[in-house]
């Protein structure tokens, strides 16, 4: 499935005009829009990746950029309230050690503080890279931000061993993007390329979240998480009419793409 992400970009005729837009998004969200446009085109990628097209990434010129650019400030909405959770959840116990020893001499209460503190960090980041994908997918499942909240599909999808493996994948994907990275960093043609393998990098990780989260929910429900025709934030109409393992489109005779 790794291999399968870190290719998925670099399927079709116009995949490098693809790339290359994709990585100019990605590195003008330094100015805060294109950065929900670079976060919309990514759950753009899950949608169409969990209604089983695996061979088609979203073309730029087919989407409604204001639409999908929306969508994207509607997921950092969403990733601000598990941020904001994960803050309190991880910084609480310092103030309150910190704010206990004030003008007092205890410095072992504080170090204890700042040890649990230190603690719950790294549960809070784990907790946290565990479930945000699951949240992230049924967000893009049901297209609201209420979905990254269900706890039952929380519940239920992050202790499925589908998933837990798909996370997994991801952050192998990251580390590899992350090396990469680090080598091209020795050169400025190197440099300049570092938007467009964050771009590849990002898409993957997408890839292997919604591949996971589709099967591990039909595995957990008996059914996928988008069933029939499902509306692409693009403004097009998909189908499951994909054949995932053909790459080919059943419905391209009635004038359906995703």
């Not at 503080?113 to 699951?134: D, F, K």
């Not at 570092?194 to 929910?217: C, E, I, K, N, T």
């Not at 595995?219 to 393992?245: H, I, K, M, Q, W």
Request: no cysteine.
């Amino acid at each position: 499935m790794i291999e399968d992400g870190l290719r998925y970009q670099t399927q079709g005729d116009d995949w490098l005009e693809r790339v290359l837009i994709g990585g100019i998004v990605g590195f003008l969200g330094v100015f805060v829009v294109p950065a929900f446009t670079f976060s919309g085109y990514m759950l753009e990628v899950m949608r169409r990746v969990m209604g089983g097209d695996t061979k088609n990434p979203p073309e730029w010129g087919d989407l409604d950029l204001v639409e999908m650019t929306v969508d994207g400030l509607r997921y950092v909405a969403l990733t601000l309230v598990y941020g904001l959770a994960f803050a309190l959840v991880a910084g609480l116990p310092i103030l309150v050690f910190l704010l206990g020893g004030y003008g007092t001499d205890s410095g072992v209460l504080v170090g204890f503080g700042l040890l649990l503190g230190g603690l719950l960090y790294l549960l809070g980041l784990l907790a946290l890279a565990v479930v945000l994908p699951v949240a992230t997918a049924n967000f893009v499942a049901e297209d609201s931000i209420g979905a990254g909240f269900d706890t039952t599909v929380l519940r239920d999808v992050v202790a499925n061993g589908t998933m837990l493996k798909a996370i997994v994948f991801g952050v192998v994907i990251n580390v590899i993007v992350q090396v990469v990275g680090s080598v091209l960093l020795f050169t400025l043609v190197g440099i300049l390329l570092l938007p467009f393998v964050g771009f590849v990098g990002q898409s993957a990780v997408m890839y292997v979240w919604a591949r996971g989260f589709a099967d591990a929910y039909e595995e957990e429900y008996g059914r996928p998480p988008l069933e029939g025709p499902t509306a692409s934030v693009g403004g097009g109409v998909g189908t499951t009419g994909f054949d995932a393992e053909t790459g080919v489109d059943t419905d391209a005779d009635e004038g359906h793409r995703y």
